[in-house]
């Protein structure tokens, strides 16, 4: 198991109370850094939460606010997930 980048985008999008159209979020946002996208540290969190309930992968909150893109945060999350047995 692993999370890609259109998981990750599904889980910003229900965070945000958004629309999977948005034009923020199209694309390879993978290196894209997250305030660009107009998600601040309060919608990390809120992010952070949704992973833990969907991929039972804890985000530790000193990582979390060093975080600036999405491929980075898939990569904690998977590195958790493989790591995990």
């Known amino acids: 198991m692993s999370m890609t980048i259109d998981e990750l985008r599904r889980i910003l999008v229900e965070c945000a109370g958004g629309d999977e159209t948005a034009p923020e979020l199209a694309g390879d946002i993978a ?7 107009g998600y601040d540290s309060l919608a990390l969190i809120e992010t952070a939460s949704r992973i833990e309930r969907d991929f039972g992968v804890k985000v530790p909150e000193d ?6 893109t999405p491929a980075e945060l898939i990569g904690i999350v998977n590195g958790q997930l493989a790591g995990a047995v």
């Open 31 to 37: 290196e894209v850094e997250f305030e660009e996208l």
């Open 63 to 68: 990582r979390l606010v060093e975080v600036k």
